[in-house]
Antibody, heavy 121, light 116 residues
Framework: EVQLVESGGDLVQPGESLRLSCVAS????????ISWVRRAPGKGLEWVAS????????YYADSVRGRFSISRDNSWNTVSLQLNSLRAEDTAMYYCARVVYESGCNSEDYWGQGTLVAVSS | QPVLTQPPSASASLGASVTLTCTLN???????VDWYQQRPGKGPLFLMRVGTGGMVGSKGVAVPDRFSVLGSGPNRYLTINNIQEGDESDFHC?????????????FGGGTKLTVL
């Protein structure tokens, strides 16, 4: 069974940092890209970042580029998201998701249950 | 880059049918779109992918036959037949554009489906 479990969410103050983790199981982790997607209260989903299967390519939304960093460790089936210089607008549930490339599309086919990041003074 | 527009809300009665719409901006009218269902307090579930010719690829795991898609022009439709209480969810559409280093993944604003 494919599973993705996020952790690391917390309540922090503006300007602080946080590191989120996603542990995967039930599939050949090293064969798949992984994405982080967030959902702020009352809003829709927002893509945050993606990392390629080998970790050699990373992609970021404009809203987080330069502040967030995505990485992976295929030995431990783990993807991390480092969140720096956090702002109130980063408050959201953060999901990690497995990405499958099919029919010319990069689609998130399995998702975790999310970890909550709250940024407030 | 692509922009996806979804109405914020929709409603349907138990046992009825409803069609949700996701609209691409004109320059990207031929793009494929993924549909997701998100029940309250849960992570999203992949439903299926749709292009101008209809469903592309396979449905997500355990997606009922009651769920189907169509594409026409810039619109990508998700139809749910014989609506159940458990279908009350937020429905999101998504697409992507470009390659490294200019890759971007875009989601619509989501539609909240209320079952009456």
């Amino acid at each position: 069974e494919v599973q993705l479990v996020e952790s690391g969410g917390d309540l922090v103050q503006p300007g602080e940092s946080l590191r989120l983790s996603c542990v995967a199981s039930g599939f050949h982790f090293y064969n798949f890209a992984i994405s982080w997607v967030r959902r702020a209260p009352g809003k829709g989903l927002e893509w945050v970042a993606s990392v390629s299967d080998k970790g050699d390519y990373t992609y970021y939304a404009d809203s987080v580029r330069g502040r967030f960093s995505i990485s992976r460790d295929n030995s431990w089936n783990t993807v991390s998201l480092q969140l720096n210089s956090l702002r109130a607008e980063d408050t959201a549930m953060y999901y990690c998701a497995r990405v499958v490339y099919e029919s010319g599309c990069n689609s998130e086919d399995y998702w975790g249950q999310g970890t909550l990041v709250a940024v407030s003074s | 880059q692509p922009v996806l527009t979804q109405p914020p809300s929709a409603s349907a009665s138990l046992g009825a049918s409803v069609t949700l719409t996701c609209t691409l901006n004109s320059d990207y009218r031929n793009y494929k779109v993924d549909w997701y269902q998100q029940r309250p307090g849960k992570g999203p579930l992949f439903l299926m992918r749709v292009g101008t010719g209809g469903m592309v690829g396979s449905k997500g795991v355990a997606v009922p036959d009651r769920f189907s898609v169509l594409g026409s022009g810039p619109n990508r439709y998700l139809t749910i037949n014989n609506i159940q209480e458990g279908d009350e969810s937020d429905f999101h559409c998504a697409t992507d554009h470009g390659t490294w280093p200019n890759f971007v993944r875009v989601f619509g604003g989501g539609t909240k489906l209320t079952v009456l």
